[in-house]
Every structure is written in structure tokens, then in C-alpha cells.
């Protein structure tokens, strides 16, 4: 089993910025690919960002390329979501998760431990 918990989440004016991190307990955090995803009132869940189990690689959907940067620590067992130049739409929970194999990594499916997810609202 994984704990993950999120934090770093808040209020912010358009334009500005936030780091989310997310700390896990539980077995050998390097052993896990991570990604961040967000969900809006009454819109599904969507893929954010994602980092392989080194950090070498890194993975952005298109909205949030060039603005936000994931990056993890093994050291301190978190994983980190920069964000940038925030917009109005980025406003949702922001959730962090561990994938075992890393194979599909946009797909929601290929995730197993999830965290419960901290509130990002962006003002315009």
C-alpha cells in the first residue's frame, strides 16, 4: 500500500503561481512512476503531468505545457507539481498519483494509489 497526501493547493490570482506537493508513506516511492491530475466541477478527471520513476522522463498534457513542471525528490519521498502563469481554467482538486508499470500513462486505469486531493482556484 501507498499513502499519498497532497498539499500546497489555494487561492491565487491569474497570473500567478503555486507548487502542489505530494508525500508518500507506505512501500519504496521510487518504485513508482507519478502523476498529477485534476478534475473541475462537472468535468471528469483529466490528466496533468506525469514523471518516470528516476525523473528523467517527464509527460505534460498540451493545456499545461511550458507553464507547469513536475519533478520529484526520491530522497523525500514527494513529487512536486510547479505551476506557472495560472490561468481561470486551471481552477480544480489537483490529485497525485502512483503507477506500479507506467505503460498508459494519460489513462486514469493505470494509476493505483490516489491521493485525496487539495483545491486549486485561480481568480481571474
Known amino acids: 500500500q501507498v499513502q499519498l497526501v497532497e498539499s500546497g493547493g489555494g487561492l491565487v490570482q491569474a497570473g500567478g503561481s503555486l507548487r502542489l506537493s505530494c508525500t508518500a508513506s507506505g512501500r519504496t516511492f521510487s518504485r513508482y512512476a507519478m502523476g498529477w491530475f485534476r478534475q473541475a466541477p462537472g468535468k471528469e478527471r483529466e490528466f496533468v503531468a506525469a514523471v518516470s520513476w528516476t525523473g528523467l522522463r517527464t509527460y505534460y498534457a498540451e493545456s499545461v505545457k511550458g507553464r507547469f513542471t513536475i519533478s520529484r525528490d526520491n530522497a523525500k519521498n514527494t513529487v512536486y507539481l510547479q505551476m506557472n502563469t495560472l490561468k481561470p481554467e486551471d481552477t480544480a482538486v489537483y490529485y497525485c498519483?502512483?503507477?506500479?508499470?507506467?505503460?498508459?500513462?494519460?489513462?486514469?486505469?493505470?494509476?493505483?494509489?490516489w491521493g485525496q486531493g487539495t483545491q486549486v482556484t485561480v481568480s481571474s
Open positions: 498519483a502512483a503507477s506500479t508499470y507506467f505503460r498508459d500513462i494519460y489513462a486514469i486505469s493505470e494509476y493505483d494509489y
